[in-house]
Structure formats: structure tokens, C-alpha cells
């Protein structure tokens, strides 16, 4: 979800205007998403990288994220959306990462919509401690090192719960990955586009999922 910032200064405002209407767009993509025929979807949030921005900025970012749950709880659970959080917590507040695993429990019986929030989220972050963990298994005589296949060290990833995203849409016009996902998105159809987060719609998405329609996904093979 790129652009915020930038969609803000372009209007001369505070880049924190920018966050919280780019907070109005997740709201507005995760009521559509199950008309759209999307069951799982992850937002990228907060990476690992962004503690580099101002102080006033993170702090801004975390008490959105705070607002969005406290003010979000009772809609989710409504729209049968069950949200989860992926990436690093423990250098999160405390009182944050107490508000997270509340709505983690209050959405954990809803089925329509599966939502992952990456927050303090880094792919190459994700993949070292789910191997420091199976080392430590490993070291402890716990697990066969022979034994870890791909399934078992997906299965040691913050997205254990979730299916490899078949689509990654990034905005902004920005045209790499940022460390999102590189494990799970090995095979992944990717589709940038221009158009900041704030400014992208529901409509937005579902053009892009028509075009998602029309590829053709080999996985690597030959097609018949």
C-alpha cells in the first residue's frame, strides 16, 4: 500500500493526512474483497525498513493502526473477516501488541475473508527466524534436519496460516518487491501500477483481477 506520503505532499499536506485516507482505502478494498472473490489478502503495512522515517511518522503510523483496530473490530466481525497480524512484534508497544492479539481473538471465528496486516514485516526478516526456530529444534534433537522440506519451513513462517498469494499488486508506481513475501511469492503474478494508495479503489482492483484472469500460470512447465 505505497503512495501516502507522497499522495499528502502532493496536496501540500502532512504525510500523516495521507496515512489515515490511505487507512479509509483498506477499509473501503477489505468490505469488497469477497465480491471481488478474494478470500485471503494480506496488506503490507509496516516494513521492517520503515523505522528509518521520522519519529513523528512511526508514531503517527502506530496510533493509525491502533484507531483502524479499535475503531474496525465491530465491522469486521459484521463482514465475517478474520484478521491476523504477520511480522516481528516484540519491538511493538506493549498496549499495541495487546490491542492486536485482542481483535486476533474477537475476528478468530470468521470465515468469509481471511486478512493478514504485515506490520514490522520484512521477508528476508521472516525467513531467518523461522530458520533460527527449526535450528533450534533441530540443535535441541527436537526435529531432523533431514526431515525440513519446503512445507515444513513454510510451515515455520508468520504466513503458516495462509495459501501462497496467487497475485501481489504494488502501487505507487514503484516497480520492485521491497522485501515482501520473496518466500511466498515465488510464483506470484505481480501487477504495478501507477496509481497511489489513497487513489486506488475497489475498481482499481477488480480491472486488475480481469487482467489477472486472462494470464497464463506455468509454474515452471510447458504449456499444453
Known sequence: MDGNGRWATQRGWPRLVGHRKGAERVRELVSASPDLGIRHLTLYAFSTENWKRSTEEV??????LGRYIRREAS????????LRFVGDRTRLD????????WIETQTARNDRLFLNVAINYGGRDEILRAARAL???????DLDPAAIDEARFGAALDTWHTPD??????TSGETRVS??????????EYEFTDTLWPDFTP??????????????????????
Not at 75 to 82: N, S
Request: charged share 20%; proline share 4%; no cysteine.
Open 59 to 64: 508514531l503517527g503510523l502506530m496510533s493509525i
Open 75 to 82: 465491522r469486521l466481525k459484521e463482514e465475517g473477516a478474520r
Open 94 to 101: 506493549p498496549k499495541l501488541q495487546s490491542l492486536m492479539q
Open 135 to 141: 535450528a533450534a529444534q533441530a540443535a535441541s534433537g
Open 165 to 170: 498469494p496467487d497475485l501481489i499488486v504494488r
Open 179 to 188: 522485501n515482501f513475501l520473496p518466500w511466498q511469492g515465488a510464483y506470484s
Open 203 to 224: 475498481a482499481h482492483m477488480a480491472a486488475i483481477l480481469d487482467r489477472f484472469k486472462l494470464r497464463e500460470r506455468r509454474y515452471g512447465g510447458v504449456a499444453q
